[in-house]
C-alpha cells in the first residue's frame, strides 16, 4: 500500500487498507443490509456503478500546472485543488469502494479486477495529493499529469446489468457458478495486455506488439458480445494515441527492437538531440506506468535540462508536421499542400450555383489556409485507429526444391572428397596400398561419394495480393471532422503503397483501388504505381464532394467491380471492399451478400469505418462474416474524437522532438559540453538504477533453489523469472519453466480415468474456465510474436496475469491438468504450436535462401 502524505493522509491509509482486504480478507467487509438482500441482489444482475469524473477532473488539473493540459484549460493554484478537487477525488474513490465492497458480498468472491482498479485511482490520488504538497517537484507532478487515462477506466462489463439472471434463471442455492465467468476471463485479457504494454520498458516493437494484441481483442470480444460502448471506446481510443506516439518516434529516429536506455546513450554519444529526446522520453513514460518515482525524477531532470520545462508547448505544431514528414515522406505532405491549394478554388468552380450557402461555408472553412496540419494529424493517427490489414496476404505454400544427397550406392553422379576414417577406405582411390594409413592422416587420400537428387517438399508462408478497393461517403454530411479522417485513411493507405511499390515483396502485385460515391458512384480510381500515388493523394485532398448517400448500391456496384479486376489479374487471390461512411443510408445485408456469393471462387470481404455515426445493418455484416469465418473488421470513431484528432490532439505527448529541424544551409548545432556532462551524468544513474535492479533480480533468481512439487509451485513472480530467463537467453531454464506451466498435451490413445465433468457443475465451470485461459493465452503469444524463448516467456506471464481471473489457484489449475488430460490436449497443443511457431517463422526466412522452387502447389 501507497502511503500518503498531506491533510488526508488518515482517511486515504484507511481507504487503502480497505482495498487491500478486498482481496486478502474479503470476509471482513461489513455489509449487514447487503448480506441479507444478497440473493435477491444477484437474482436481478446486481453491479457496482462506480464513476472515475472527479478523479479525471483531478488529473487534468495536475496536467495544467504542470505545462502539459489540454489547450484552453487554465491552471488553479495547488492550494485551492487540494481543498477543492482533491477531496472531491477522494470522496468518489471511497463510493466506488463502497459499491464494490457491496458487490464481493452480493457475489460471495473477491471481485480482483476491480480491487486492482481500486488500488490504481487509490495510488493515483496519493500521487496527485503529493504533488499538490510539493509544489516544486517536478517528477511528482509528472507521475499524474502523464498517467495513461485507459488506467482509470473501470474493468470491461457487459452493456445489460441483468445479463447473469437472463444466462442463468435458475439461481443455484449456494452461489459458487457464475455463468458470465468465462466471458469476465476474455475480457480482463484486454486490461492486463494494456497492463503488459505500460510495464514494457525496453523495446518499442514489443509495446507496439502488445497493444495491436489488445486492440484486436477488443475488437473481435466488441464484434460478438453487447459490451458497455464507453468503455471499449476509451480504451481503442488509448491504444490508438500510443500506437501513434511509437510512430512518431521511430520516425524520429529509435529502433523498435534495441533498448532505449542503449539508444539514449547513443544519441548523447553523438549529438543527437531529437533521438535523445525521444528515448528519455519514452523512458519517462514507461516510469510513469510502472509508478517508478526514481526513474520518472531522473528521466523528467533529463527532459528538462535538453529543451527546458516550459519550452514544450509551443512546438507541438512543428512536432507533429515534422513527423508526417518523417513517417510519410515529404513528397506525401507536399501532395497535400498542393491538392488542399487546388481545392481553395472552390469560389471560382463551376459549380458553385448547385451548392447551398451553408455547404458553400462549410466547404470554405474546410479548405482554409492551414488546414493542411489537420490533414498530416489525422494521417499520423490511421495507423493506430484502424487495422485494416495489408494489401498483400500471408497464405501457406509448398514449393518444392531439388536436394543432393549422399547415398551408399553407385549413381551417374559423383564426386571425390577428402577421407575423413576408416569407414571410408571401401571407396577410396587407393594408390600404393602401403600407403593408405599414412594418406589417411595426412588428409591426402580420396574418396568417392555417390550423389542422388531428391525433391522435396518444404512449407513457406508467402505474400499473395488481393483487390483492395476503399468506397468511401462523399455526402454533405461528411464535410468537416468527418472528412478529414476519410481522406486522412485512404492518403494513408496510398502513402504505404508508395513504400511497397517502391520496396517489392516477392514479386506479388500490389494494386489499389477506390471511388467515392453521393446518390451516385464516381468513376473508380486504380493506383499501381508511386506517380499514380502521388496524383491521387492530390485528387484526394483538393476535390470537392457533396450530395447523399446511397451505400447499398455502392457496395453492390464494388463487389462487381471486383470480378472485373479479377478477370484482369488472375494472381490476386481474394477482395477486400473497405467501406468509410458516416452511417446515414438504410442497407440491406441481404443484397450485399447475394452480390458477394455471385462471385464463384473469389473470397470477398466487405470491412466497415463508421465515422461519427453507427449503422446496425453494417455492423452485423460485418459480425456475420466474422462468424463465419471470413476477415472483415468494424471500426467506430465518435464524433468527439474525430474534432480532437483533426485539431491535432493525437497523443498524450504531442512533441516528440528537441527542437526546430535547422535548415539545410544551416549548420547543426552542437550540445555545448557542460549540458553534455551534466546529461550523461542523470543517464548513467538511470544506468546504474537499471543494473541495480537486474542484479536484484537476478539474485532473486538464482535463490529459486530446488523445485517444489507441482501442487505447491506459486505463479508469483513465474513470469519476471521467465522474462529474465529469456532475456539472457538461458534456453533450458525457460524450456524447463514452461513445461512446468504447460505440461505436453496426452496422446490421443492414451488411457483416462475420469469422465468428462457434467454440465451446470462448478467442475465444469473449472474446466471450461481453463479451456478459454489456454486458447487465449495461445492466441495471444502468437498475435505478439517473438523469438521461441520470448515466446515460452509470454506464455508464463500471462498465466500469471489470468490465473487469478479465471478464479483457479496454481494448485487447482495442476489438479485439472491431471484430472482432464483429454478436454485439455486441445488447448494445450495449441498453446505449444503457438509458442514454436517463433522458429517455423525462422524457418521460412532460411528456405527464402535456398534455390528457385521447381514447382509450387
Known sequence: MIEPSGAHDDELVELGRRVESLTLEPGSIKAPLTRLLSPILYRVGWRPKVRVAAIEALVAAVAAISGGGAPGVTPESPARLRATLLPAAIGELRDNLVQVERATVITERPLITYAAWLGRLHALVVDAGRALAREDDPAAYALVALVDPAR???????????ARARVDPQLRAAQERDPTRVLELQLDTVDHLLAAAREEDARLGRRRQLLAAARQLLLESSAALDLDEDGVQRRLQSIARQMTRINRYEAAGLSPDVALLHQARAALSRGERDRLFAALSVLRRSAIDRGDVDAAGLTTAAIDRLVGPRARGGLAAASIARSA????????????????????????????ESLHEYTLDALREYYAPGQERAALASALAVDGCFEVGGALSPIRV???????????????SMKLEQATGPEDLPSALITDPRAIILDLAAGR???????????????RTA?????????????SSMIGARARMRDAILMAELATLMKRLEQPQGGARVVLYYR????????????DSVAGAVEAIRDVAGTVRTGGTNIQRALVASVRMIQEARADDPELACGQIVLVTDGDARVSEERVNEARAELEGVPIGVSVIALGEENRALRRLVANQRAQGERAFYHFLPDDYLRRVVAGDIDDELVVHAGRRPRASEPRDAMPRALVDELDALVEQLGDLQRSREA??????????????????ELAGEGERARLEALYRDERAVQRRFARWFPPPAPEDAAHKHLSPQVDTVERDDLDALVVLLATTAEVIDAVGSSALGRMADA??????????????????????????????????AVHDAARSGLARHFDALTEALPSPLARE
Do not use: K
Open 152 to 162: 482509470l477506466l473501470p474493468p470491461l462489463s457487459m452493456r445489460h446489468a441483468d
Open 463 to 475: 505474400m499473395q495480393g488481393e483487390v483492395r478497393v476503399y468506397v468511401l461517403d462523399g455526402s
Open 398 to 412: 509448398h514449393e518444392q526444391h531439388l536436394r543432393r544427397r549422399v547415398v551408399p550406392y553407385p549413381t551417374q
Open 516 to 527: 467515392y460515391f453521393t446518390l451516385e458512384l464516381s468513376e473508380t480510381r486504380r493506383v
Open 696 to 713: 536484484a533480480a537476478r539474485r532473486e533468481l538464482d535463490r529459486g533453489g530446488d523445485e517444489p512439487p507441482l501442487e505447491d509451485l
Open 445 to 459: 587420400l580420396l574418396t568417392r561419394r555417390y550423389l542422388e537428387d531428391d525433391l522435396v517438399t518444404r512449407p
Open 325 to 352: 514528414e518523417e513517417v510519410f515522406g515529404e513528397r506525401f505532405a507536399r501532395a497535400i499542400e498542393e491538392g488542399y491549394a487546388r481545392g481553395r478554388a472552390i469560389d471560382r468552380d463551376e459549380h458553385d
Open 796 to 829: 508464463v506471464e500471462l498465466l500469471g496475469r489470468l490465473l487469478p481471473n479465471a478464479r483457479l489457484t496454481p494448485a487447482r489449475y495442476h489438479e485439472l491438468l491431471r484430472l482432464y488430460p483429454r478436454e485439455l490436449a486441445e488447448p494445450l497443443r
